[in-house]
């Protein structure tokens, strides 16, 4: 009897670090010198919407630093995260914004919430930002965060094994009662990260932003001077 028991202590516990180690899997690798890749993202239902992930790893900080950029390849926002024993945590968010003279401004967050993405949840999590939009005022940005599924998808062709997540978002107004809400479900790959995400909006509006390729930080460089001519 006490053997059987043991025996099931030990199949728990093999069981939990496969599960922790499948996870952390699935997200963005840091490997052993500061890397950085471009990723690619084209709108499904619209090709013309693209965006450029501009991701550097650096495993002596153990950071990540996500510069994401428009199809005019303007830099729309900042996001950096910092990967602790449990997980993913925000340490720094930024947003730009175009004012009348067209210049871009920065848009600097206060972090709330922290958690990005946990190893071993699955449960709901959050991180939060709270900002000043020249705009909109002041305002709290909230993404709640569940583990849904694994699931085998399909993209150009190459078929990804990924963990899924649903993702519900919230604008909040902190000078009045208005707010903006809508969700999405994100897929990330093994040892690539973020290849998918489907959006829904409450207008019925759909964002279908899938992985094309990821390109080095030259040809993206070479890309944004050609867009330039």
């Known amino acids: 009897m006490t053997k059987n028991i043991t025996l099931l ?8 670090c496969s ?17 950085i890749k471009v990723y690619k993202y084209v709108d499904k239902n619209n090709p ?9 790893t650096n495993p002596k900080t153990n950071k990540i630093l996500t510069e994401s950029f428009t199809t005019d390849f303007r830099l729309y926002n900042i996001f950096e995260e910092e990967l602790k024993t ?16 067209k210049q871009n401004i920065r848009i600097d967050g206060t972090i709330v919430d922290k958690d990005v993405y946990k190893w071993n949840d699955t449960n709901k999590y ?8 020249p705009k ?7 993404k709640e965060r569940t583990k849904n599924s694994f699931e085998k998808i399909t993209i150009s062709g190459t078929e990804y094994s990924t963990l899924k997540f649903k993702d519900e978002y919230e604008i909040k107004s902190l000078e009045n009662d208005q707010n903006y809400e809508f969700h999405q479900f994100t ?13 829904y909006h409450p207008d019925g509006a759909t964002i279908e932003l899938e992985l094309t390729e990821i390109l080095t930080e030259k040809e993206f460089d070479e890309l944004k001077e050609k867009a330039s001519r």
Request: hydrophobic share 35%; proline share 0%.
């Open 9 to 16: 202590i030990l199949i728990f516990i093999i069981s939990s």
């Open 187 to 199: 897929y990330y790959a093994k040892g690539i990260g973020m290849v998918k995400y489907q959006r």
């Open 126 to 133: 959050i991180y939060s930002v709270k900002y000043t939009s």
């Open 86 to 101: 449990n997980g993913a945590e925000i340490i720094r968010y930024a947003d730009f914004e175009v004012n009348d003279e």
């Open 48 to 56: 013309r919407n693209i965006e450029y992930w501009k991701v550097t």
């Open 136 to 142: 909109y005022g002041n305002e709290q940005f909230i």
């Open 19 to 35: 599960a922790q180690e499948n996870f952390r899997d699935y997200y963005y690798q840091i490997g052993t010198k500061k890397e």
